[in-house]
């Protein structure tokens, strides 16, 4: 065992004197360690609960012969740093924490590891550290947020972003405002749609490093509790089989997740924490292979942002293993693949939708393709995203002129303050992982266009990122960025920008020499924070087209 490193011989009297300072009794030092790293905290409400997650992982693990050691790592919450300078360090989070679960690992010599979380970057961080580290590892999150109600609609944290686009369009009161803002997150969770959190959670069910249930199970139900006991028990059967998180994570896992993605219609930001975690496990992930996937897979869900259903009813209707089970019956999956419940086809034995008003057959799929679409064109060389399945059908294909911000700020002031038109493209630029720094989600002009009725009529195109609660023609991660040189900085305010979604192409109406030209004349990019954190992200940081992951000294 790794452990004995620190705890077997003569010489670790020292490191056994201090391990029973902590408690650890004789039998305790005999058994395996299994590292418990949790992202808990009181700010988070997809992570408040955590604690009691954990509690029921060590109580898994020592049932099954192993002693547990619980550790912290930081999380964000991208709502509420939504909108803000605060969201500059979201997405720089999750190479920090990474980094603090090798950390952990590493020194104090774990034998496995499981690992506790729920939001937007703490799940794929600790995935890349499961790929790093390879030892044996289990994901398990907190779970979705049950949805809200208020007048028999049901809500979620989205709705309170539309109705602020609502309500600066005077289409609601400021009472109504606050009914919704009271009713729309009723408690714990990740929040209740097909968001970042809940992609990634349900994704990491599809990759096999997770027990069925992690994606959908309700964070309030004793199921939850359950799997979490499940899966400390679970782990020390990983490590007596010597099962690691790469003999797991290989080119045929992410091929699955993909595909699962794209039936589910995704967050967009799940394609840069897939080819991260696959750097990670040194699996070559490219846009180009994201995309044919995509091409051939039929979305057969639409979760809330793009349809009425929630986390919970895709819970109810079978969940995860119930849309992989169809998926797999069409030849989509490759089934022989490992996961920490055991070979992928035993998993799903027995599997079956129950509802398919939530996971349509494929007989019936919303489109004949995945949720998500990669585009390519003058104006993305190397890529960019849009969450297909949430674009209204009169925008899948749309031509206007540019209206260009220099910031996610400027372009929020502008559509509160109507100064745009039907038809428009806003261009929100200077936002990409260099240049935001940070690669800020930025779900407040988006939903500002949305609660206004407006997400049919404009586009809009950045090369930060959007959030999973997006909705309507909003295409992110634009490759390579303005502050690259991509040429999205080239672009000026009334040029002609042409969008074809179904096509996947993305083109600004300029000649060659004269995008070249345009980027001759600007001036030499500089810093926009004073943050040393930030500045030594920016300085270390990939384009979105590979992950935004960091470059190797």
């Known amino acids: 065992m790794r452990s004995d490193s620190v705890k077997q011989g003569p010489e670790r009297a020292p490191h056994r004197s201090l391990l029973r300072a902590v408690g650890c009794s004789d039998r305790d030092l005999n058994q395996p360690f299994v590292g418990v790293v949790n992202s808990y905290n009181e700010i988070v409400p997809g992570h408040m609960h955590l604690d009691r997650i954990a509690s029921a992982v060590k109580d898994g693990i020592r049932a099954a012969g192993g002693t547990p050691f619980e550790a912290s790592t930081i999380s964000v919450c991208d709502g509420i740093a939504m909108n803000h300078a605060g969201m500059r360090f979201s997405l720089a989070s999750r190479e920090l924490i990474a980094d603090s679960v090798e950390i952990l690992a590493q020194a104090h010599a774990f034998d496995a590891l ?21 030892l044996p590892a289990i994901i398990v999150s907190g779970g979705p947020m049950l949805a809200g109600e208020l007048d028999g609609q049901s809500l979620d944290l989205n709705s309170a972003f539309l109705g602020v686009g609502a309500y600066a369009r005077g289409q609601i009161d400021r009472a109504q405002l606050e009914r919704i803002e009271r009713a729309c997150c009723p408690g714990c969770g990740s929040c209740a749609g097909m968001f970042t959190a809940n992609t990634m959670n349900c994704l990491t069910e599809a990759l096999g490093l997770a027990l069925p249930g992690n994606g959908t199970t309700p964070a309030v139900t004793a199921a939850r509790l359950e799997l979490a006991r499940a899966t400390g028990a679970r782990i020390m059967d990983l490590l007596a089989q010597g099962l690691t998180a790469r003999r797991i994570l290989t080119a045929a896992a992410f091929r699955n997740a993909i595909t699962v993605d794209m039936a589910l219609g995704g967050s967009t930001n799940s394609v840069l924490h897939l080819q991260a975690i696959a750097n990670e496990a040194g699996i070559n992930l490219d846009l180009n292979q994201i995309d044919a996937l995509s091409r051939s897979t039929p979305q057969v869900c639409k979760i809330s942002p793009s349809g009425v259903h929630h986390l919970q009813d895709l819970h109810r209707a079978g969940g995860i293993r119930a849309l992989m089970a169809q998926l797999a019956s069409e030849g989509r999956l490759a089934t022989e693949q490992p996961t920490v419940a055991g070979p992928l086809a035993k998993v799903l034995e027995g599997a079956q939708v129950v509802d398919t008003q939530v996971i349509h057959p494929p007989s ?4 004949p393709t995945g949720g998500l679409a990669i585009l390519f064109g003058n104006l993305a060389p190397e890529g960019a ?4 399945g949430a674009v209204a059908a009169r925008m899948l294909s749309h031509c206007g002129p540019a209206r260009v911000f220099e910031s996610e700020e400027a ?3 502008a559509i509160l303050g109507g100064q745009f038109a039907s038809g428009d493209v806003l261009v929100i630029r200077n936002e990409g992982p260099r240049g935001g720094p940070g690669m800020r989600e930025m779900l407040t002009p988006t939903s500002l266009l949305s609660g206004m009725g407006l ?3 404009v586009a809009l195109i950045t090369d930060g990122r959007f959030s999973g609660a997006t909705r309507g023609a909003a295409i992110g991660h634009v490759s390579p960025e303005a502050a690259a040189r991509g040429p999205i900085a080239a672009l000026r305010d009334g040029d002609t920008i042409s969008i074809d979604i179904p096509n996947r192409r993305l083109n600004v109406g300029l000649e060659p020499g004269e995008i070249e030209a345009r980027l001759a004349s600007l001036p030499a990019w500089q810093h926009r924070v004073t943050s040393s954190f930030l500045r030594r992200y920016a300085e270390a940081v990939t384009s979105a087209g590979t992950g935004a992951v960091l470059r190797q000294p």
């Open 114 to 134: 499981v690992l506790i979380a729920s939001c937007d970057k703490i799940v794929p961080g600790m995935l890349m550290a499961a790929a790093r580290l390879d």
């Open 364 to 367: 019936e799929a919303y489109a």
């Open 385 to 388: 995203i849009v969450k297909a």
């Open 411 to 413: 372009a929020t002031q």
């Open 455 to 457: 997400d049919d009529q």
